[in-house]
């Protein structure tokens, strides 16, 4: 007894812990050390025992009173302490031992499958659908035909994926559980689980003959179409969910969903920020110097816009509620737009000729470049 570490240490906890303290740090600590978590790994086996063996006396309200007050003497026969040893364990399966099924299986799912009923209704899984629709499909809204396949309930045995419905039997290996349970020994701790039953691979019942269609499955695959409702507003990378179009479910359960995933495509001449959309637009040297009545494309169609006399590059204007629509509402976005001067590549000799003339003219007219320049000179004087 004398290498035996302190049951509180193996735990983690300290002297005087309470019942839910040491529970929860059982839980962990077993969890963290479980062969399952830990196969052919010898040293987080020899933990899983050492966190059993602390469990199994600190939660047993007598077995901890006698060893808070002689510790590992408590249990050691040569010690006298008259607590008869270990042995009255009797292993954690037996009698006057201690079961950690239950605990096992809150945190492995164990509990979950026990309990569960292979024959209950069960919703189908659902379906993910991609679909790609155009800018001005997402800002207006659309009816898209969408084509997949689906499980089905198999018309020939109605979904019992059985020829005769009669001749389904309760599995006798499983009593109709869809589940056994299996207990394995680790030195003198002894724990269960639970696994898929192998005789009806889960469901509880045997198909003496199965439907020739489905092969006992009770479903067939097939081609489905839907046609489905994409709101104006939609963004990029959105999905919208169409419920009971999925897969068939089980024992009567509801059909699961098909996601539908939104691809949009970009605009050539708009981009989207939110329900804002930003739009680039040219404009000539003449109209940003002299003004100029144009038209600016939106997604509703051309506007009149009149441009201010000497209007700069990256000159930014509003054009409020002409943006997305917003989804779920009856407001829009607003488009913005971003003017920038169009320089000429070519020109012929005329031209040149009058833009020469313009400079000269002009001089040092211009105020932007005539104050940019002068702090250049002060800079670099």
Known sequence: MADKRDYYEALGLTKGASE????????????????????????????FKEVNEAYSVLSD??????????????????????????????????????????????????????????????????????VTISFEEAATGVDKQISYYRT???????????????????????????????????????????KECDACHGTG?????????????????????????????????????????????????????VIVNVSVQPHELFERQGSDVICKLPLTFAQAALGAEIEIPTIDGRVKYNVPAGTQTDTVIRLKGKGMPILRSTARGDQYVKFYIDVPRHMNEKQKELLRKFGEISGDSFENSKNFFDRVKKKFK
Do not use: L, W
């Open 20 to 47: 839910e303290e040491i529970k929860k740090a059982f839980r962990k600590k077993a969890k963290q050390y479980h062969p399952d978590i830990n196969p052919g790994n010898k040293e987080a086996e020899e933990k």
């Open 61 to 130: 309200p007598d077995k901890k009173a006698k060893y808070d007050q002689f510790g590992h003497a408590a249990f050691d026969p040569a010690a006298g302490a008259g607590a008869g040893g270990f042995g009255g364990f009797g292993g954690f399966g037996g009698a006057g031992g201690f079961d950690f099924g239950d605990i096992f299986d809150s945190f492995f799912g164990g509990g979950g499958m026990r309990n569960s009923n292979p024959n209950a209704p069960r919703q189908g899984q659902n379906i993910e659908v991609n």
């Open 152 to 194: 089905e309930k198999c018309e020939d045995c109605h979904g019992t994926g059985a020829k005769d419905p009669n001749s389904v039997t309760k599995c006798t290996m499983c009593g109709g559980t869809g589940r056994i349970n299996v207990r394995q020994n680790m030195g003198f701790a002894q724990y269960t689980t639970v």
């Open 205 to 257: 019942k045997v198909i003496k003959e199965p439907c020739s269609k489905c092969g006992g499955k009770g479903t067939t695959r097939k081609q489905h179409k839907i046609s489905v409702k994409i709101p104006a507003g939609i963004d990029d990378g959105q999905a919208i969910s169409v419920g009971g179009a999925g897969n068939v479910g089980t024992n009567g359960g509801p059909n699961g969903n």
